[in-house]
Structure formats: C-alpha cells, structure tokens
C-alpha cells in the first residue's frame, strides 16, 4: 500500500465510525475489504501509534 491507500482506508474507517455503521468485527472488516485479523492488526498498531511505517514495512 501507498500513502495514498493508507490515507483512503483511514477515510474510509473514520467515516463509518462516525456514522456508527461499523457493525461488528467481521462486517467491519469487510467493509474495508480485509480479513478481521488484519483489521485487528490495524487497530492495534493505531493504538501504538506507528500504524502508517508498520504497514509499509509488512506491506499488508
């Protein structure tokens, strides 16, 4: 993933929280269109706070 994609996930995840049409983890994840561990990954990495560096590294 680019920066551009990175910053179009991030979009698309704050606007479905705001929106409170998350659903739960498995319909959240494919909303975003990836798997519900990736999504988890994802989450947990944002709460460490280098979510955007990790993912270039894995290139997930």
Do not use: H, P, V, Y
Request: glycine share 4%; with cysteine.
């Amino acid at each position: 993933m680019n920066f551009m994609d990175d910053a179009a996930l991030l979009e698309r995840m704050i606007c479905l929280m705001r929106r409170k049409s998350t659903g739960d983890a498995d319909e959240f994840a494919e909303k975003l269109d990836m798997s519900k561990r990736s999504l988890q990954r994802l989450i947990q990495e944002m709460k460490e706070g280098d979510a955007i560096e990790k993912r270039r590294r894995l290139k997930f």
